[in-house]
């Protein structure tokens, strides 16, 4: 596609339910990252796939959450037991080669999660 | 610890006059700065980016200056449009080597553009 797509754009559950969001970067980006934004704040990172693997997931909060990427292209960030503090939006992004100074990152619209 | 920064939340600006919104970083090994845009309902938007070898950067309208004495970031829009009101983000990479793609945003500046 043209851009990055997220879906769904919107996802409302209940505490304690599994969530699961979905990622489709540009076609060709080798890189994708996976980022939280809260209300009122700046995206915060959680995990970073080249390729297949999981190069950095030093941001995932704890061991609720999961990502995949298992073909090198989409990528699903699981949520298990899903907690009212998860609520936020979550932001995928891609780019070519994965090293940030190389150029930009093409971010998603995103997929509001609210947890009631 | 490491963190990015804003010094204002909102700035309110008349249209066609110049726009200077303000980042504060505290991690002195960081190499590289992006500023983005974000808009209502979307995902944040490159606007450009500089590496700390430099100073200044310029793009079509905006610019970038970087003051590692003080660890200081600007983003100066030049002759504000209606369109360019949004949330301006800064954001660092973490790693030195620019090998993770893992970057600290700041918590963003609202820009408003008065007619």
């Known amino acids: 596609g043209a851009g990055v797509s997220q879906t769904p754009s919107n996802k409302v559950t209940e505490k304690g339910k599994y969530v699961e969001l979905r990622c489709d970067p540009i076609?060709?980006?080798?890189?994708l990252y996976w980022y939280r934004q809260s209300l009122g704040q700046g995206p915060e990172f959680l995990i970073y796939?080249?390729?297949?693997?999981?190069?950095?997931d030093s941001g995932l909060p704890n061991d609720r959450f999961f990502a995949v990427r298992p073909e090198g292209s989409v990528s699903t960030l699981k949520i298990q037991r899903t907690e009212r503090g998860d609520s936020a939006v979550y932001l995928c992004?891609?780019?070519?080669?994965?090293?940030?100074?190389?150029?930009?990152?093409?971010f998603g619209e995103g997929s509001r999660l609210t947890v009631l | 610890g490491e963190s990015v920064g804003l010094h204002l939340p909102t700035l309110s600006v008349q249209e066609g006059d110049n726009s200077i919104i303000n980042c504060a970083y505290s991690?002195?090994?960081?190499?590289?700065f992006i500023w983005y845009k974000q808009e209502s309902g979307k995902g944040p938007q490159f606007i450009i980016d500089?590496?700390?070898?430099?100073d200044k950067r310029q793009g079509q309208r905006v610019t970038v200056l970087l003051n590692k004495t003080v660890k200081h970031l600007s983003l100066q829009i030049a002759a504000t449009q209606p369109g360019d009101s949004a949330v301006y983000f800064c954001a660092e990479n973490v790693d030195g080597s620019g090998n993770t793609g893992k970057l600290i945003f700041g918590q963003g500046t609202t820009l408003q553009v008065k007619p």
């Open positions: 796939f080249q390729g297949t693997g999981a190069a950095d």
């Open positions: 992004a891609s780019s070519l080669s994965g090293d940030p100074t190389a150029g930009e990152l093409f």
């Open positions: 991690n002195s090994a960081s190499d590289y």
């Open positions: 076609s060709g980006h080798t890189a």
């Open positions: 500089i590496r700390s070898n430099m």
